[in-house]
């Protein structure tokens, strides 16, 4: 295979090498300053291997590696926001003050609190990004305990009770 370059193409390709080059040792570099930092190592026992820029040794990334730990107590979550929600009274929180004082994502707090916290029909929005409990002291009122499902109206029931049409016209 015979390729046909002038020598100015080829002095090009071999710049363009060359920068290559340099750029793959500069994201080695910077690879094995990430691996040292979530290693909690300093960066130069972490170093590149000269031909991919890839890293010598464990390669793990931190997901991979967090994977193995365990879970949280289930409901826990719910327990630390209707605590803190509590203790905010029936002014109400804000999602950022509460988590920081959770220690968890205010996104995370704002998707719990708009699907598991509107389901449970125990917090209310008291205005934009603040929340409070229903009942500001936490506990909740005998009604909201209990209660009574409406009955399921049938056609069986409907005659009975006399609802619709041929109710009225026996009424007239």
């Given at each position: 295979?015979?390729?046909?370059?002038?020598?100015?193409?080829?002095?090009?390709?071999?710049?363009?090498?060359?920068?290559?080059?340099?750029?793959?040792?500069?994201?080695s570099t910077i690879e094995a300053q990430i691996t040292a930092a979530l290693n909690g190592t300093s960066s130069s026992s972490a170093k590149p291997s000269g031909r991919r820029g890839g890293l010598v040794g464990n390669t793990r990334s931190a997901k991979s590696a967090?994977?193995?730990?365990?879970?949280?107590?289930?409901?826990?979550l719910k327990e630390l926001i209707l605590a803190g929600l509590r203790e905010a009274g029936e002014a109400g929180i804000a999602v950022k003050h509460l988590a920081a004082k959770l220690a968890i994502k205010p996104q995370?707090?704002?998707?719990?609190?708009?699907?598991?916290?509107?389901?449970?029909?125990?917090i209310e929005a008291a205005?934009?990004?603040?929340?409070?409990?229903?009942?500001?002291?936490?506990?909740?009122?005998?009604?909201?305990?209990?209660?009574?499902?409406k009955p399921k109206v049938t056609r069986k029931t409907r005659k009975v009770t006399?609802?619709?049409k041929r109710r009225q016209k026996a009424k007239s």
């Open positions: 295979m015979s390729l046909n370059l002038s020598t100015a193409s080829l002095r090009a390709l071999v710049s363009l090498t060359e920068k290559r080059e340099k750029l793959l040792e500069e994201v967090k994977k193995g730990g365990k879970r949280g107590k289930r409901g826990a995370n707090l704002h998707v719990w609190l708009h699907t598991t916290g509107k389901k449970s029909g125990l205005g934009k990004g603040v929340y409070r409990l229903k009942q500001a002291v936490g506990v909740e009122s005998p009604n909201s305990i209990v209660e009574v499902p006399g609802t619709g």
